[in-house]
């Protein structure tokens, strides 16, 4: 009898064990998951961020990209426009 007490008390210390981490966890998981879920937040303004950035860069090099001849036709333009204001 004494036998059965024992092996009933060591089971139900292992289950308080197994509940306690299991507990544990659980709220380890929750933690983890706030974490994940700022980080994807923070690396989707990131991505956001640098799309911004390199359609930016983008647009600057374009209108770096203009020839010399490509200049002579949008001053030349210009002065069309002008000169048609000024009648």
Same mark, same amino acid.
Request: with cysteine; net charge negative.
């Given at each position: 009898m004494s036998n059965s007490r024992e092996q009933l008390s060591s089971l139900t210390e292992a289950v308080s064990r197994l509940i306690d981490a299991y $507990?544990?966890?659980?709220? @380890?998981? @929750?933690?983890?998951?706030?974490?994940?879920d700022?980080?994807?937040k923070a690396l989707t303004e990131d991505r956001h961020k640098s799309s911004t950035i390199n359609n930016?860069? $983008?647009?600057?090099?374009?209108?770096?990209g203009l020839t010399a001849?490509?200049?002579d036709a949008l001053v030349e333009?210009?002065?069309?426009?002008?000169?048609?204001?000024?009648k």
């Open positions: $507990t544990a966890l659980k709220e @380890s998981n @929750s933690e983890l998951l706030l974490k994940l700022a980080a994807e930016q860069s $983008t647009h600057s090099s374009r209108s770096q001849a490509d200049m333009e210009i002065d069309s426009c002008i000169a048609l204001l000024k």
